[in-house]
Nanobody, 126 residues
Framework: QVQLVESGGGLVQAGGSLRLSCAASGLTFRYYTMGWFRQAPGKERDFVAAISWSGGTIRYADSVKGRFTISRDNAKNTVYLQMNSLKPEDTAVYYC???????????????????WGQGTQVTVSS
């Protein structure tokens, strides 16, 4: 059974930092493109960042470029999202996602990703 378990969310002041982690199990992690989406109340799920199996291809949403960094450790079956200079508009539930259909390809569309975690809340106060 595939599981993606996010951790690291919480409450932080604007300008602060958080590091999200996503531990994967039940899959061959190194074959998967991994990523993060987020959903604010009353809004659709938005792409945040994604990384190919090797880490050689990375893509970010324009809204987080220069502030967020995605990385992965294939030995630990874990993907990370380092979030710096956080803004109140970053407040959302953050979801870890995974897809093995094209491990070298990174796409920003939610229906690309077969596996989703339960999400972790990130709240940025002004």
């Amino acid at each position: 059974q595939v599981q993606l378990v996010e951790s690291g969310g919480g409450l932080v002041q604007a300008g602060g930092s958080l590091r999200l982690s996503c531990a994967a199990s039940g899959l061959t992690f190194r074959y998967y493109t991994m990523g993060w989406f987020r959903q604010a109340p009353g809004k659709e799920r938005d792409f945040v960042a994604a990384i190919s199996w090797s880490g050689g291809t990375i893509r970010y949403a324009d809204s987080v470029k220069g502030r967020f960094t995605i990385s992965r450790d294939n030995a630990k079956n874990t993907v990370y999202l380092q979030m710096n200079s956080l803004k109140p508009e970053d407040t959302a539930v953050y979801y870890c996602v995974g897809d093995s259909s094209a491990p070298g390809v990174v796409k920003p569309t939610p229906n690309t990703y077969h596996y989703w975690g339960q999400g972790t809340q990130v709240t940025v106060s002004s």
